[in-house]
């Protein structure tokens, strides 16, 4: 599956190219469909859709009109739902035997024991949408969650901590300093009191 930025550095790859604003008239005025929009409006497109964009610019290319362009494309989809992919049944549970059996179109059942493993097999771009997917919903939990915001408080406060920490060392310095000069004062005043007692005498 594409979303409409891995389009564009799929044709950008192949030297299609062009830019999203292109890409979003060839999409309209061609009419390629996309087949799966996510809860933020995100638009995925199958490998079918990619191969009608890039026909779709050879034959612009070529002089073709957008309605010619759309009946060739047309005529593309046509092609693909003749000979449609052989669909993986799902697997069905034999309780009886405490087996599993996976059945396929057009063989036969296949018996797989119960815990051992077998793969089914996946395309890599429907991988890659749903990591993405997952990623995205991740990150989106994380800024949304409280959890940032006590992140980010909690750096605050060490800054803060930091801050006030050299504060009162400054103070507790700066207090010594005056019990010293307190002390000398001290001293001072009283010899000089004594002194003036005694010549007081």
């Known amino acids: 599956m594409f979303n409409r930025e891995s389009i564009l550095k799929s044709l950008n790859a192949e030297n299609y190219y062009i830019d999203n604003h292109s890409l979003d008239?060839?999409?309209?005025?061609?009419?390629?469909?996309?087949?799966?929009?996510?809860?933020?409006?995100?638009?995925?497109?199958?490998?079918?859709?990619?191969?009608?964009?890039?026909?779709?610019?050879?034959?612009?290319?070529?002089?073709?009109?957008d309605e010619q362009i759309?009946?060739?494309?047309?005529r593309m989809e046509a092609k693909v739902e003749k000979n449609p992919e052989p669909q993986?049944?799902?697997?069905?549970?034999?309780?009886?035997?405490?087996?599993?059996?996976l059945v396929k179109?057009?063989?036969?059942?296949?018996?797989?024991?119960?815990?051992?493993?077998?793969?089914l097999d996946v395309s890599s771009q429907t991988l890659q949408m749903l990591a993405q997917a997952v990623a995205k919903k991740i990150?989106?939990?994380?800024?949304?969650?409280?959890?940032a915001t006590r992140l980010i408080e909690a750096g605050g406060y060490k800054r803060d901590n930091e801050i006030?920490?050299?504060?009162?060392k400054e103070l507790l310095e700066h207090n010594k300093e005056?019990?010293?000069?307190?002390?000398?004062?001290?001293?001072?005043?009283s010899k000089s009191f004594w002194a003036r007692f005694r010549n007081k005498r």
């Not at 006030?164 to 009162?168: P, S």
């Open 88 to 101: 993986i049944q799902p697997v069905v549970i034999d309780k009886s035997e405490n087996t599993n059996i």
């Open 164 to 168: 006030l920490a050299k504060q009162v």
């Open 139 to 147: 990150s989106d939990d994380i800024t949304n969650s409280d959890m």
């Open 25 to 65: 008239l060839f999409l309209k005025d061609w009419k390629i469909e996309s087949i799966y929009e996510d809860e933020d409006g995100l638009e995925f497109y199958d490998d079918l859709a990619l191969e009608k964009i890039k026909k779709g610019i050879s034959l612009k290319a070529q002089g073709y009109s």
């Open 105 to 119: 179109e057009n063989s036969e059942p296949e018996i797989i024991p119960q815990g051992k493993n077998f793969t």
């Open 178 to 189: 005056l019990s010293q000069r307190i002390e000398q004062l001290e001293s001072h005043a």
């Open 70 to 74: 759309i009946a060739k494309l047309s």
